[in-house]
């Protein structure tokens, strides 16, 4: 049915040894990405570089994402980050793909921040909204990254900009960037605290809870000191602290953590 794109697809293996790829792999259907960001305008095709956050010494996940008009089998980019920020590119076929699609890469510049991107497929992406995610690219980022947010370009080389249809026929289209914030690195510390009686009595055998942005809950229980204690709390997120008790009523906590907490203290409620 898609003769033109099977002749696309030969061409694009055939430029192999004239673009100096260095790999191929390839893949099966998958879903239609979840997440939607705005509409084209009728007519707008976009390749995107979605913006992400990475930890020092950590990885980060950059997905690249067509607005698609539902009419395109094939595609070539290049990427240019900072090497000093970020290393070990590697590349998966994305979620939002057709049937059918492989990955051709230039590797030979990402010791420079430059990598080159193929992609084909025997049939059309399906037409946006939502934006068809096309590839992921996960990287390291150095321990000693600086603090800062960096571009993450579209280039044309070491391979060039270019979306084919069906027919063969290179299509224009739009080429957005993104970013790589980078943060801190965690580090685990202890939280701990007290519990008291509204009178300033300790509270023994009360039950802390500590729950994460995941809804991951940790308890501890109080001593004869009414002291708690939590270890290896990552630092950088925020968690909500509450105290069950058969006596008393207290009232949660939301506290971020940044470095160890040794007075999170809690006095019951008449």
């Known amino acids: 049915m898609y003769l033109f794109a099977h002749i696309l697809r030969s061409r694009f293996l055939a430029a192999i040894a004239i673009l100096g790829v260095t790999s191929i792999f390839f893949g099966t259907a998958g879903r239609s990405a979840a997440r939607e960001i ?35 089998v094939a595609m070539s980019f290049s990427l240019v980050w900072e090497p000093l ?67 993450i ?37 202890t939280v701990s605290g007290r519990v008291t009686t509204p009178s300033g009595q300790n509270l023994r055998n009360a039950v802390v809870s500590m729950i994460d942005a995941n809804n991951v809950r940790r308890v501890a229980t109080t001593s004869s000191f009414g002291l708690f204690s939590f270890g290896d709390v990552a630092t950088g997120q925020t968690y909500t602290f509450t105290v069950a008790s058969k006596r008393y009523r207290f009232s949660p906590k939301v506290v971020p953590v940044t470095a160890a907490i040794s007075n999170l203290d809690f006095v019951g409620l008449e």
């Open 85 to 151: 920020i970020l290393n070990t590119p590697v590349v998966t076929l994305g979620s939002g793909v057709p049937a059918g699609g492989n990955v051709i890469l230039n590797s030979d510049s990402v010791s420079q921040g430059r990598l080159g991107i193929l992609v084909d497929f025997t049939a059309p992406f399906a037409a946006s909204p939502p934006a068809r995610e096309v590839v992921k690219v996960t990287f390291n980022v150095s321990p000693n990254a600086p603090l800062l947010q960096r571009p």
């Open 153 to 189: 370009n579209f280039a044309p080389v070491p391979v060039p900009l270019s979306i084919s249809n069906t027919s063969g026929a290179l299509v224009q289209a739009e080429y957005l960037s993104g970013t790589i914030t980078v943060t801190p690195s965690a580090s685990l510390v």
């Open 38 to 72: 705005n509409a084209p305008r009728l007519g707008e095709r976009t390749l995107t570089v979605v913006s992400a956050t990475g930890q020092q010494g950590g990885q980060v996940t950059i997905p690249i994402e067509l607005e698609s008009q539902g009419d395109e």
